[in-house]
């Protein structure tokens, strides 16, 4: 079991955050969404910032560049970005497991090395984690073994997890 998510001075946005997330948002998923000022809030962790709609962390802040988390990927729907896994891969990549590119069926084909991705299942196209690409799209469809994504995120973990109580 996950431990618990520790966020620290959250807090609404103000109008310059609520631009620089709305810039990322089109910069990072070509998504054009209406974020306005006090609507949403910001927070820290020990690693990373989170963006929190309703109780819940939708995007990540990590080296000034704003991804969604897989909440926020279940609640817009993308064209880019992703890696499709195989069904075998799915329960490891759903424990928090790095991708491999062996489970690897099809890819977004703009993803280059150091780009951060999310990772779907083959039969709906469900988002199940985030991570980071440690190769391009071509690579990752060529080669037959080895680490493509680091794991960052993933269903079930205490980003996922966070605000739910049991």
């Known amino acids: 079991m996950?431990?618990?998510?520790?966020?620290?001075?959250?807090?609404?946005?103000?109008?310059?955050?609520?631009?620089?997330?709305?810039?990322?948002?089109?910069?990072?998923h070509n998504l054009d969404m209406p974020i306005k000022a006090g609507k949403y809030e910001i927070g820290k962790t020990e690693d990373f910032d989170v963006f929190?709609?309703?109780?819940?962390?939708?995007?990540?802040?990590?080296d000034k560049l704003v991804h969604l988390t897989v909440r926020g990927l279940l609640a817009n729907s993308l064209e880019t970005g992703w890696v499709q896994v195989d069904m075998g891969a799915v329960p490891f990549v759903c424990n928090g497991a790095n991708t491999m590119s062996a489970g690897i069926k099809d890819v977004s084909p703009e993803i280059v090395k150091g780009q951060y991705v999310w990772?779907?299942?083959?039969?709906?196209h469900k988002p199940l984690a985030i991570g980071l690409s440690l190769m391009g799209a071509e690579e990752m469809l060529i080669s037959e073994k080895g680490k493509?994504?680091?794991?960052?995120?993933?269903?079930g973990d205490k980003i996922w997890n966070y605000g739910i109580k049991d």
């Open 52 to 62: 929190i709609s309703k109780g819940n962390i939708i995007a990540l802040i990590m």
């Open 148 to 155: 493509a994504i680091k794991s960052l995120h993933y269903i």
């Open 2 to 28: 996950a431990t618990e998510l520790v966020v620290k001075k959250r807090r609404p946005i103000n109008k310059k955050e609520a631009r620089f997330i709305k810039e990322g948002f089109l910069a990072t």
């Open 119 to 124: 990772i779907r299942e083959e039969n709906h």
